[in-house]
């Protein structure tokens, strides 16, 4: 099993609808959680990171996390065709190596005007 | 702060050749990450410095690759013999990192990466 494990997609979203990425993961002592997204021939960039269960908003996007179910999701309101990549979970561990962090593969998202 | 820098932007080599991949990082960041990302694999981190010191170098493939760190400013990745299987796209990230599992500490800033093609 993969430590972070998300759909690679291609996720097809209407442009203004909501998208909704998930992704799961192994290490239940899991202490931090990241979404990155990463344009194609770009670097991942950070969009958002949450470590508390529930809901953490900023803007058009929600990050949920589920401690118990292993389970962290990102959702983006009102979707825009810039909204087009692949989005990067990431995990930190929590144990001894308390700054490396994990990555899915990514989810491939596309907004269709 | 200009961010993580790396060089060269794009690198093609024939196999066998050594390839030496060179990163800055931000200043006063104490974490240095090297990682690999293919279609078939993803993002994959191959070794981690702290202050310097590597501290994780168990995603490192084989032998033929090596990476150094002999100053907070700089970092290399070396290839030798290099070969087709790792052509990739190498990113470097840094952290401020540190004891504190606070998120923002963990952020890890990617520099632009190095689209590696070995023939």
């Known amino acids: 099993q993969k430590e972070v494990e998300q759909n690679s997609g291609p996720l097809s979203v209407p442009e203004g609808a909501i998208a909704s990425l998930n992704c799961t993961y192994s290490d239940r002592g899991s202490q931090s959680f990241f979404w990155y997204r990463q344009y194609s021939g770009k670097s991942p960039e950070l969009i958002m990171f949450?470590?508390?269960?529930g809901d953490k908003e900023d803007g058009r996007f929600t990050a949920q996390l589920n401690k118990a179910s292993q389970y962290v999701s990102l959702l983006i309101r009102d979707s825009q065709p810039s909204d087009s990549a692949t989005y990067l979970c990431?995990?930190?561990?929590?144990?001894?190596?308390?700054?490396?962090?994990?990555f899915g593969s990514g989810t491939r998202l596309s907004i269709r005007p | 702060d200009a961010g993580v820098i790396q060089s060269p932007r794009h690198e093609v080599t024939e196999m066998g050749q050594e390839v030496t991949l060179r990163c800055k990082p931000i200043s006063g960041h104490d974490y240095l990450f090297w990682y690999r990302q293919t279609m078939m694999r993803g993002l994959e981190l191959l070794i981690y410095?702290?202050?310097?010191?590597?501290?994780?170098d168990s995603g490192m493939p084989e032998d033929r690759f090596s990476a150094k760190m002999p100053n907070a400013s700089f970092s290399t990745l070396k290839i030798q013999p290099s070969e087709p299987r790792d052509s990739a796209v190498y990113f470097c990230?840094?952290?401020?990192?540190?004891?504190?599992?606070?998120?923002?500490?963990?952020?890890?800033?990617f520099g632009p990466g190095t689209r590696l093609t070995v023939l």
């Open positions: 410095f702290n202050n310097n010191v590597p501290i994780d």
């Open positions: 949450i470590y508390s269960n």
């Open positions: 990431a995990v930190n561990p929590g144990y001894s190596s308390a700054s490396k962090i994990i």
């Open positions: 990230a840094s952290s401020l990192g540190g004891a504190s599992l606070e998120p923002n500490y963990n952020e890890q800033f």
